[in-house]
Each structure stands twice: as structure tokens, then as C-alpha cells.
């Protein structure tokens, strides 16, 4: 059976464990039905996912002009702390960047390998924590736009790490760190303008993947080799494990066309 299209992010679904759906083109595969089956994905193309232009990309799924472009690959997808939306000041598309920046945002803590700290839209909330592969998950603070859950973010990133090791996360499957411990201890780092947006209570999100550590971790790249098969193992984050313990990062690959052979 094939499948052809371009790579978007996979879609998750909140259960025990994942859900997870490979998107091409639109076309949605269930992946957890195909656990321990043999797939091969091979590369034939590219589709910016914003001009739609078959040339190589850059970053995020999109091509370099789009990329220094797109209200959708801005700085403040990275770094909210530089959002100024609720200025009414314009840094690409206004009227993007209001509809992403001025709607309610959570500050969060997340247990991968270690705790970190992060921020989200409160409608991406839990596919973000599952996108980054998290055990678990503590919503700390909720605020009314980007740019205030950003000044948080900073404040607390001093003392919790912000970014997720991908391999450490790749073998980690348990969690023995207590959030809400956490929480109570780094709170005092938030600046005091910004404490009305502590949360005094939220539920604790506990996430589990149709996964198992395998014995070695092997990132695989389409750019370096245009065809990746295996029997596939395992899903977390948005990484495929195949057999061998060769891993393919999803999120990184949007915008690449590919042809996907699913073998009995």
C-alpha cells in the first residue's frame, strides 16, 4: 500500500497511550496501527508550507523567503518575550499576530528527561507537552497574550532549563520529579507585576507513548539519505522509531514530499 503527499506535523490525540496521525497532504494515517509493520518513507520533493514551492527549505518547512517572511516563522514563535501585538505594534502581519499573540497563553512546567519551563497557547494545550515528548506536564500561570507569558518564561528560564535534549528525552519513560514541588519553589522568581498570573491550582497531566527505550538512538535525515525503512517500533514526541534504532524527527522534515510504502 502507498502514500504520497507532503509531511506536516503529526496530529495527537490525548489518550492512553497517544494517538498519532501522520498528515500528507491531508491525508491522515493512523500510526499507532502501524506499529510493527514494515514502512519505508522516500523523498521525491519538496512544498514550502507557505508559498507551496518545490525548492529546498530552510527552516520549520519553509523556504528561505518565506521563512524571513511568513507571520508564522517569526521571532516570537521562539522568543514571545518579543511579542508586540498587544502594542498594536506590527512585526510581519498584524492581523496574524493578533489572532496568535492576543489570546489567553500558559506558562507550564513539563518533565522530558529534566524539568523545563515553557509557554503555549491555551488551546494547544496538551498537544503541545505531547509534540515535545513531555511525561508530564503542570500548567503554572495563565496570562492574557504572548508577550506576558514571555516576561515569565525569562524569569524563570534563569533557573529551569527551556529547551528539550531530544535524545534524553528519547530515553527517559519514567518521571520521579514532583511538579507541584517545583512549582512552590520557583515561583518566587516571577517578577512581582506578573504574580496575578499564577495559577493557585491546575491538574497535573501525566502523557504515555506507544513507546519503549530502544538500545541505541540514531537520528536519520531524508537530506543525507532520500529513503528510510524499518519495521516501526515506537512513537514519542514527534520522532518514528524504527527497528536498528534509527529515529526520524517528523516536525523537522514539514514541507518534504515523500512516498510512504506500508509492507504486509
Given at each position: 500500500m502507498k502514500f504520497s503527499g507532503q509531511i506536516l506535523k503529526m496530529i495527537s490525540e490525548y489518550d492512553s497511550p497517544i494517538q498519532y496521525y501522520l498528515n500528507l497532504s491531508g491525508d491522515l494515517l493512523h500510526m499507532n496501527q502501524l506499529l510493527y509493520k514494515k514502512i519505508i518513507l522516500h523523498h521525491i520533493g519538496y512544498q514550502c508550507v507557505s508559498?507551496?514551492?518545490d525548492i529546498p527549505l530552510y527552516r520549520m518547512g519553509f523556504c528561505k523567503d518565506c521563512f524571513f517572511k511568513s507571520p508564522y516563522a517569526s521571532?516570537?514563535?521562539i522568543r514571545p518575550e518579543l511579542s508586540q501585538a498587544h502594542l498594536g505594534i506590527e512585526e510581519r502581519d498584524l492581523e496574524v499576530e493578533e489572532k496568535i499573540q492576543l489570546?489567553?497563553?500558559?506558562?507550564y512546567l513539563s518533565y522530558t528527561s529534566e524539568v523545563k519551563v515553557g509557554v503555549t497557547r491555551e488551546s494547544q494545550i496538551p498537544t503541545r507537552w505531547i509534540d515535545q515528548g513531555a511525561l508530564q506536564a503542570l500548567p503554572i500561570a495563565r496570562t492574557e497574550n504572548r508577550?506576558?507569558?514571555?516576561?515569565?518564561?525569562v524569569a524563570l528560564k534563569e533557573h529551569l532549563a527551556d529547551k528539550t535534549n531530544y535524545r534524553q528525552m528519547l530515553s527517559t519513560m519514567e518521571s520521579?520529579?514532583?511538579l507541584n514541588k517545583t512549582k512552590q519553589e520557583i515561583i518566587r522568581f516571577i517578577p512581582e507585576e506578573s504574580q496575578q498570573f499564577i495559577l493557585p491550582e491546575s491538574e497535573l497531566w501525566n502523557l504515555k507513548y506507544p513507546y519503549e527505550v530502544p538500545e541505541k538512538i540514531t537520528s536519520f535525515s531524508l537530506d543525507k539519505k532520500p529513503e528510510l525503512g524499518g519495521i516501526l517500533k515506537g512513537i514519542k514526541g514527534q520522532y518514528l522509531c524504527f527497528d536498528e534504532g534509527n529515529f526520524i524527527n517528523i516536525r523537522s522534515h514539514?514541507?518534504?514530499v515523500i512516498d510512504l510504502t506500508i509492507q504486509n
Open positions: 508559498c507551496g514551492k521571532e516570537t514563535i489570546v489567553p497563553h500558559i506558562v508577550y506576558e507569558a514571555g516576561v515569565i518564561e520521579n520529579t514532583d514539514e514541507g518534504y
